[in-house]
């Protein structure tokens, strides 16, 4: 089955620097890549995602690039302020699979110090 | 609003008490799904249904069944709870089984088993 894994585990930055976040996948046949973010005491929302046709994509502070070849995807964050202080998960899955199952890495931690 | 609600969210049992924590979702989604979080280890699957009636197994499945007799819930059930079932439980839920929509969490439900 698939493998995700995740690094760092947590990650301190200033606030206006930016956040890098890498995860890697085992199962080539992935294609479907997307980004958790979990606040205190709630559960995980969906915040970018990428499928595997896509190299790149960004959304406003954020950014998800692809490496299919070498079966890597990372989230970057720019100007990051107090707010995005949460857990980020990035999960792997294959759409057009029965039952299409998300693997989740495990977790990042990260703390924006103002 | 369309959201995934649970309950309890948090319960405190003791080893062998027969519990179940409810989930029901409001968007007339036909997938839903169980996950249980613990550190460094992300969001495991414990089972997920594609449909009334249709139930699977997902990566950690023992000690847990589940039910989908209606569309919109899908309690999860631990017959003898055991101190290793000590987790936070999420319910999650989106339209199509296959496809790459956006899978919507529940806000967790904290388990502590004695």
């Known amino acids: 089955g698939e493998n995700v894994e995740q690094h760092p585990s947590t990650l301190s930055v200033q606030e206006g620097d930016s956040a890098v976040i890498k995860c890697t996948y085992s199962?080539?046949?992935?294609?479907?890549f997307p980004w958790y973010k979990q606040e205190l005491g709630k559960g995980p929302q969906l915040i970018i995602d990428i499928r595997s046709n896509v190299g790149e994509k960004k959304d406003q502070r954020i950014a998800v690039t692809l490496n299919k070849t070498a079966k890597h995807f990372s989230l970057h964050i720019t100007e990051t302020q107090p707010e995005d202080s949460a857990v980020y998960f990035c999960a792997a899955s294959t759409v057009g699979a029965a039952g299409n199952k998300l693997t989740f890495g495990g977790g990042t931690r990260v703390l924006v110090k103002p | 609003e369309a959201q995934v609600t649970q309950n309890p969210r948090y319960l405190i049992t003791v080893t062998g008490k027969k519990l179940t924590v409810t989930c029901s979702q409001n968007m007339n989604h036909e997938y839903m799904s169980w996950y249980r979080q613990d550190p460094g280890l992300g969001l495991r699957q414990i089972y997920y249904?594609?449909?009334?009636?249709?139930?699977d197994k997902g990566d950690v499945p023992e000690g847990y069944k589940v039910s989908r007799k209606e569309k919109r819930n899908f309690p999860l059930i631990l017959e003898s709870p055991s101190p290793n079932q000590t987790s936070l439980y999420f319910c999650?839920?989106?339209?199509?089984?296959?496809?790459?929509?956006?899978?919507?969490f529940g806000p967790g439900t904290r388990l502590t088993v004695l």
């Open positions: 249904s594609m449909n009334v009636e249709v139930t």
């Open positions: 999650a839920s989106k339209s199509r089984p296959s496809g790459p929509d956006t899978q919507y």
């Open positions: 199962d080539s046949a992935s294609n479907y």
